[in-house]
């Protein structure tokens, strides 16, 4: 399948999120691991995260259609959960002449923001890229605050990636025990079927933990239409019920770890440092370090308010008024 995108929208949306000009079409870069990189990191800090169209809209609902994609996520400081933003930079990177295909996304759930327990069924989705030199790579940009900030190598070795901070990711290519195959030998026609599974822990001397698994199959659109359809609407779907956003912060880090937002400085590349997050009417920042709450919105005009100020995310008139009602409202007051 070939982008939906035409060359002068994909140039335009190099120009949006400000991609350094050496990766742009008319330099022709070598499709590399440098150029992934740069990529995800510009796409992360442009556009960010967010389910707001399930809560400030008139119908509430997300639609997967590219080219609906396209116009909204690249005005008005919008972004998209995960299954929008991912399907957008799918047909952005096979403008780009990358070979790349989506998966589905098992997750688990969380208690007290850690994930425990069982995978469940699909409610996720990531982009799986081939480098020119056979590596191959898994691109998440919806994850939210704990996506991966670079692309993560789908490697039997298991490298481990750094990602903010102190957290380090990885993909281990193992089965899970909810599958009939789990304990299956190795024989024949009777081998154990492996999945990726994404890991994380919070330090070198902390314990590994899955967020989720995907296998190395390709989705297509009408797959994805009805795991948007249940995330989007089912009262058990927590994107129904908590306004959530994600702004990752971009910028030239130093020895420390810590960021400068800006242009970067001449031969230096920029990378994720940071995080701003809005849960509910809550707002938490990680700068690197450990997540600390700066802003509890009270009202529904605070939080507006602060959906500008601090994310860069304007609303209009009918968009504000669309939460009325509903679940995710802040009761203070319009």
Request: hydrophobic share 30%; proline share 6%; net charge negative.
């Given at each position: 399948?070939?982008?939906?995108?035409?060359?002068?929208?994909?140039?335009?949306?190099?120009?949006?999120?400000?991609?350094?000009?050496?990766?742009?079409?008319?330099?022709?870069?070598?499709?590399?691991?440098?150029?992934?990189t740069?990529?995800?990191?510009?796409?992360?800090?442009?556009?960010?995260?967010?389910?707001?169209?399930l809560?400030?809209?008139?119908?509430?609902?997300?639609?997967?259609?590219?080219?609906?994609?396209?116009?909204?996520?690249?005005?008005?400081?919008?972004?998209?959960?995960?299954?929008?933003?991912?399907?957008?930079?799918?047909?952005?990177?096979?403008?780009?002449?990358?070979?790349?295909?989506t998966?589905?996304?098992?997750?688990?759930?969380?208690?007290?923001?850690?994930?425990?327990?069982?995978?469940?069924?699909?409610?996720?989705?990531?982009?799986?890229?081939?480098?020119?030199?056979?590596?191959?790579?898994?691109?998440?940009?919806?994850?939210?605050g704990?996506?991966?900030?670079?692309?993560?190598?789908?490697?039997?070795?298991?490298?481990?990636v750094?990602?903010?901070?102190?957290?380090?990711?990885?993909?281990?290519?193992?089965?899970?025990?909810?599958?009939?195959?789990?304990?299956?030998?190795?024989?024949?026609?009777?081998?154990?079927?492996?999945?990726?599974?994404?890991?994380?822990?919070?330090?070198?001397?902390?314990?590994?933990?899955?967020?989720?698994?995907?296998?190395?199959?390709?989705f297509?659109p009408?797959?994805?239409?009805?795991?948007?359809?249940?995330?989007?609407?089912?009262?058990?779907?927590?994107?129904?019920?908590?306004?959530?956003?994600?702004?990752?912060?971009?910028?030239?880090?130093?020895?420390?770890?810590?960021?400068?937002e800006?242009?970067?400085?001449?031969?230096?590349?920029?990378?994720?440092?940071?995080?701003?997050?809005?849960?509910?009417?809550?707002?938490?920042?990680?700068?690197?370090?450990?997540?600390?709450?700066?802003?509890?919105?009270?009202?529904?005009?605070?939080?507006?308010?602060?959906?500008?100020?601090?994310?860069?995310?304007?609303?209009?008139?009918?968009?504000?008024?669309?939460?009325?009602?509903?679940?995710?409202?802040?009761?203070?007051?319009?």
């Amino acid at each position: 399948m070939s982008s939906a995108y035409t060359d002068e929208q994909i140039d335009r949306y190099l120009e949006f999120i400000s991609l350094p000009q050496k990766y742009h079409r008319k330099s022709n870069p070598p499709r590399d691991l440098r150029m992934l990189t740069a990529l995800h990191t510009y796409q992360l800090s442009a556009i960010p995260y967010e389910n707001l169209s399930l809560h400030y809209s008139t119908d509430h609902k997300v639609c997967l259609d590219p080219q609906h994609l396209y116009k909204k996520l690249t005005a008005n400081g919008r972004g998209g959960y995960c299954m929008e933003n991912s399907i957008f930079y799918n047909h952005i990177l096979r403008g780009l002449g990358f070979q790349v295909y989506t998966s589905g996304v098992r997750i688990r759930e969380r208690i007290v923001d850690v994930p425990h327990g069982d995978y469940i069924g699909w409610r996720h989705i990531v982009n799986i890229v081939t480098l020119p030199c056979g590596a191959k790579y898994m691109i998440d940009v919806g994850f939210g605050g704990d996506g991966a900030t670079k692309p993560v190598p789908l490697h039997p070795s298991t490298p481990i990636v750094p990602n903010i901070g102190t957290q380090d990711i990885r993909l281990v290519h193992d089965t899970i025990p909810q599958l009939a195959t789990h304990s299956l030998t190795n024989d024949h026609d009777r081998a154990p079927h492996k999945l990726w599974i994404y890991q994380y822990r919070n330090g070198p001397d902390m314990p590994w933990n899955a967020f989720y698994c995907f296998p190395e199959v390709e989705f297509l659109p009408e797959d994805f239409e009805l795991v948007n359809y249940f995330v989007s609407t089912h009262p058990d779907s927590f994107q129904t019920r908590m306004v959530l956003v994600v702004k990752f912060l971009r910028g030239v880090v130093d020895r420390d770890g810590d960021g400068d937002e800006g242009d970067g400085e001449e031969g230096k590349e920029e990378r994720i440092y940071g995080k701003r997050m809005m849960v509910g009417g809550t707002v938490k920042e990680n700068l690197g370090g450990k997540t600390r709450v700066v802003r509890v919105c009270g009202s529904e005009k605070e939080r507006v308010d602060v959906l500008e100020g601090f994310f860069g995310i304007r609303l209009g008139g009918e968009e504000r008024e669309g939460i009325r009602g509903r679940v995710g409202e802040l009761k203070g007051g319009v």
